[in-house]
């Protein structure tokens, strides 16, 4: 290959010559110069992106982990009773572990989300269903809103404490399928028979309350729930 120079306004240029061949075209930078175009662009939506996954991250709240609150409450012959009641405010739970005198501990689960309670009582294979009331609402409001950030630990009063009795009738006819409760409900009753209750006046003389758990809460407020079982 031989080097030429040739005139281009009034000055001279380095060219490639050969022998009886036309000039070659010089190499063009143009895809050197994409490929960095490219680069910075991909580089510049990699920053965007980062960015903006950051600042959702900081905009998300935080879970928070379930918080265990203990209810200490003396009973009418003024015996303390003790209960811990597990709050998950993330998925509105309030699940309680009552313990009876014999040291024996059933199990209350309130699902505020679906409006459901679910009791598991000690020694049993079965769990009982209830929708919640306004009254239930009431009642864990102060676990899971209210005074849960503040206090870990509740000494209720016996004196300034009210108590009363609620009687469910279990609708034995009416059994429910495990698999289509929610996920805490199912963990809880798993191998278990699941009943419909509903709130009744009283049993009546005919009819044998089988068990009653109580419950107590915060507002100084016991609930003596006793189940029954209605005719078929």
Known sequence: MVTCWKRSENRLEEAQCTDGAPPAAPQSHFPHKAFWVSLSASLLLLVIALGL???LGLSQPRSQPPQIVRISVQDPTGLVIKQSAVVDQQNDLVTFSVTSPANQTSTVLFDVKHGLI??????????????????????VRALLHEQTHQQNHFQLSGNETQRQTEFMGVLAASQVDVSTLEEPMQALC???SVHWTRRANGPGKQRLVYFCIDICFPS???VSVCFYYLPE
Not at 118 to 139: A, H, I, R, W
């Open 53 to 55: 996954t950051g600042h």
């Open 118 to 139: 679910c009791y598991k009582p000690v020694g049993q294979d079965t769990c009982f269903l209830q929708k919640m009331e306004e009254s239930d609402y009431d009642n």
């Open 190 to 192: 798993r191998d278990s």
């Open 220 to 222: 100084n407020i016991c």
